[in-house]
């Protein structure tokens, strides 16, 4: 079975564009949620999605949204980019809510000039 | 607020000596503890759980962790290390019953022959 997959890989925009990545879960996995990993850090929570609802959000500016569609498949979104919004974004999957263990992708490399 | 604290951010062994990644935590309620790994590149692996179960937790690739309620404590150790046992290991905390997860800043685990 496929795992977690993101697209696209690596990415490279300027400062004050927008950015869409996106996340397919593993089959039947119905939660999703999107971390950011600055390097040499560990991941920070941006959001999670159950069901095409909003579950959780973390400290981020509003420049983040985020939406699940009826697929359980997800858009991570980003809006007036920054030199520090370059970074690895992290999807993860889970088959539903609560205290389940999440399955990650490989991520999306974002860098910003 | 939940934390971890990843007490090493560099360890070193040698090929077949003992692993000790140590991990502190912080939490309000009752936690559920995961040790995550991420190779170069790559995204994150789930390696075990902690969950109110079993204190003494056995995960994938020989690795094992200890809960310690009263060190508030959840190392993680491996008899024997291998080469490919290098990459960074992210002890995490989440809520019980909550998809967030809290990473701590990371241990690079260096294996050498």
């Known amino acids: 079975d496929a795992g977690v997959t993101q697209s696209p890989t690596h990415l490279i925009k300027t400062r004050g564009q927008q950015v869409t990545l996106r996340c397919s879960p593993i089959?039947?996995?119905?939660?999703v949620s999107w971390y950011q990993q600055v390097l040499g850090q560990g991941p920070q929570f941006i959001f999670q999605y159950y069901e095409k609802e909003e579950r959780g959000r973390g400290n981020f500016p509003d420049r983040f949204s985020a939406r699940q569609f009826p697929n359980y498949s997800s858009e991570l979104n980003v809006n007036a980019l920054l030199l520090g919004d370059s970074a690895l974004y992290l999807c993860?999957?889970?088959?539903?809510?609560?205290?389940?263990?999440?399955?990650f992708g490989d991520g999306t490399r974002l860098s910003i000039l | 607020a939940q934390s971890v604290t990843q007490l090493d951010s560099h360890v070193s062994v040698s090929e077949g000596t003992p692993v000790l990644l140590r991990c502190n935590y912080s939490?309000?309620?009752?936690?559920?503890l995961f040790w995550y790994v991420q190779h170069p590149n790559k995204g994150l692996q789930l390696l075990l759980k902690y969950t109110s179960a079993a204190t003494l937790v056995k995960g994938i690739n020989g690795f094992e962790a200890e809960f310690k309620k009263s060190e508030t404590s959840f190392h993680l150790t491996k008899p024997s290390a291998h080469m490919s046992d290098a990459a960074e290991y992210f002890c995490?905390?989440?809520?019980?019953?909550?998809?967030?997860?809290?990473f701590g800043t990371g241990t690079r685990l260096l294996v050498s022959p």
């Open positions: 995490v905390v989440s809520e019980r019953g909550f998809q967030k997860l809290v």
């Open positions: 939490s309000s309620y009752s936690p559920s």
């Open positions: 089959s039947g996995h119905k939660s």
């Open positions: 993860a999957s889970s088959p539903r809510d609560g205290n389940q263990p999440q399955h």
